[in-house]
């Protein structure tokens, strides 16, 4: 299944990447080449995963990150890629605010 980011889900991934830039250099392309795996991944996996906040989501394997998707037609999009340090109402606000 084809996967596609809503405009909101890239500005999650060029932020997260920021963050870990500022962390230390290298780790925000090394996020983006994790979950960039991720997302190769829920094309196969699309459609399997439990609902949380009302949207399926997929957890990222390395970082502690949610990928929140709606299956439209035969696309995957990506409405969030949310860290799970995150308070889980600030991810259902945001999911509401996007969906």
Known sequence: MLVELRPEASDDLVSAAEYFNDKSLG???HFLESIESDLLDLEREAGIHALHHGMPCKFA?????????RIE??????YAILSCRM?????????????
């Open 73 to 78: 037609t035969s696309v995957a999009m990506v």
């Open 87 to 99: 308070d889980p109402g600030v991810h259902m606000t945001i999911l509401k605010d996007r969906g």
């Open 61 to 69: 394997s390395v970082f502690p990150f949610a990928i929140y998707y």
């Open 27 to 29: 780790w925000g392309d």
